[in-house]
């Protein structure tokens, strides 16, 4: 958390935290603070076990990155089709209250926030292709697709002063895939 504070001090707008700690318990909310940082992009892995809920990804100011598998699909215009890794973290916060943002959504957390908040490769069956030591290698994982999210709002442009960029999918869910 302090590495995360430190960051955004000197100027970054996009954390990414391709950790977690599996699980929950009350006193993790009182960390929350370090995570907590309007106007910047702070993305969390939701971890590598289905149904686990993984914090900080549980924060409700932290846009928590889920996993996805791709394969190849020449009818869709695309290229790809994409559907839920079955490993990728999930479930319902339970000590974090559901935010406004998922509000009116069907999470099957009433109460509480629900994880992920968006999601990218990271299955490491299609994950990431990587050049080491002489060869390829292929890699997966939330710790994958953390990176990858928080490089896409880079991409979009710097977010905007006071708010929290976990909300923003939620405003336009239609333009995203």
């Known amino acids: 958390g302090q590495a995360v504070d430190q960051a955004v001090t000197l100027g970054a707008k996009y954390v ?11 006193d993790e909310t009182t960390f929350d603070h370090y995570y907590e940082h309007p106007g910047v992009a702070v ?53 974090e209250a559901r935010p406004d943002y998922q509000q009116g959504i069907n999470t099957n957390c009433p109460d509480n926030k629900a994880i992920g908040d968006i999601s990218a490769d990271a299955d490491p069956n299609t994950g990431l292709g990587i050049y080491e030591g002489g060869g390829w290698a292929q890699y997966g994982g939330t ?24 909300s923003y999918p939620y405003a336009k869910p239609s333009a995203l895939n």
């Not at 990414?16 to 009350?26: I, L, Q």
């Not at 079955?86 to 000590?95: E, I, K, M, Q, R």
């Open 16 to 26: 990414s935290n391709s950790y977690g700690v599996p699980g929950e318990t009350p």
């Open 143 to 166: 710790s994958l697709s953390s990176p990858l999210i928080a490089a896409m709002y880079a991409l979009a442009g710097t977010p905007v002063p006071g708010t929290y960029p976990v």
């Open 43 to 95: 993305t969390a892995s939701t971890g590598d076990a289905g149904n686990v809920t993984n914090w900080p990804a549980t924060n409700p100011k932290v846009v928590a990155v889920a996993g996805t598998t791709l394969n190849q699909d020449s009818g869709s215009p695309r290229g790809w089709d994409e559907s839920a890794w079955a490993d990728g973290g999930s479930g319902c916060s339970l000590y």
